[in-house]
């Protein structure tokens, strides 16, 4: 995950209307939207009559979202699918972009989600009006008693900032937390394999060996896995230590391979999808309260 603390880097300005500027969201954003484009034009144009490998997981999962959309929103507002799988699919690939480890996740930014989110009050505020009219719409904010207004005028700027920090606070509160995970991990490297290398090649086989040992008790006895772990990292640190002291891996930090990996694929795979999920859930339940069924119209009016 690419993620820095100061916020997305600035690759170029535009010199108009007082400088726009090209971020990483920026660019991660147009990537995922091309992606999607792409993806969508490929599979159109080789759809078969009988479907066969990809193409049927790619019709399971545009039932899934009729589905789901059909049920959370009614048969009504079925026509809404699309729009839910496209914001689904654009925050998934969005925390997803960050794995490549050059680009930073577009999720990660307050300014794309903040956007998602007021997309989603305007169309949730345009239905009010539509099917309320505008007066009506306005008499949301009076119900059940006048004194209820201000509550609930802050209820509506509360939703989109709300979802907008949910989603952001836990792709960019990952990234935070594997970016120090990392960096204490390659300090503490850089400390331990230090002393074993300027300790002679000797503490280091020692140490590997010790190591290896405690692996094939694991194995043998059949001991709880944290000695397992604790085999693997101490075997790590002894065969480092010997390899530093030979100078091949002078500065590598070899504490930090795998953990912090782990905990990406942790944030941005799981996390990402979870939240990808949530949003998309939050906007169907937002848009289906102010789009009512037919029925329902009618006797409101």
Not at 172 to 178: H, L, Y
Not at 202 to 230: C, D, E, P
Not at 276 to 292: D, E, G, T
Request: glycine residues 10%; aromatic residues 10%.
């Amino acid at each position: 995950m690419n993620l820095s603390v100061n916020g997305a880097f600035v690759y170029y300005t535009i010199p108009v209307l007082g400088g726009i500027p090209i971020t990483q969201t920026t660019v991660s954003s147009f990537l995922v939207a091309l992606t999607v484009i792409i993806a969508s034009i490929i599979i159109h144009k080789k759809l078969k009559k009988r479907p066969r490998g990809w193409q049927v997981l790619v019709e399971k999962g545009v039932d899934m979202l009729y589905n789901m959309v059909r049920e959370t929103m009614g048969e009504h507002n079925i026509k809404w699918a699309p729009f839910i799988g496209t914001i689904f699919l654009s925050s998934i690939l969005g925390s997803f972009i960050g794995l490549t480890g050059f680009l930073r996740s577009s999720t990660a930014d307050i300014s794309c989600v903040m956007v998602w989110a007021l997309m989603i009050s305007l169309i949730t505020w345009f239905n009010g009006i539509r099917y309320n009219g505008f007066f009506g719409w306005l008499k949301g904010f009076t119900e059940p008693i006048a004194v209820m207004t201000p509550m609930n005028i802050i209820s509506e700027i509360a939703q989109p900032v709300s979802m907008a920090f949910r989603h952001f606070g836990n792709v960019a509160g990952g990234g935070v937390i594997t970016s120090i995970l990392y960096l204490a991990l390659s300090l503490l490297s850089s400390k331990v394999l230090g002393l074993i290398s300027s300790s002679g090649i000797a503490v280091g086989i020692i140490v590997a060996a010790a190591g290896a040992a405690i692996i094939i008790l694991h194995i043998v006895k059949k001991t709880k896995l944290r000695y397992l772990i604790t085999g693997i990292i101490v075997l790590m640190l002894g065969l480092g230590g010997v390899l530093q002291a030979l100078g091949v891996l002078s500065g590598v930090p070899v504490l930090a391979f795998g953990i912090p990996a782990v905990l990406s694929c942790y944030f941005d795979l799981f996390s990402g999808f979870v939240q990808a999920y949530v949003f998309s859930l939050l906007s169907m339940v937002y848009i289906s309260n102010s789009c009512p069924a037919p029925a329902q119209e009618k006797q409101g009016q």
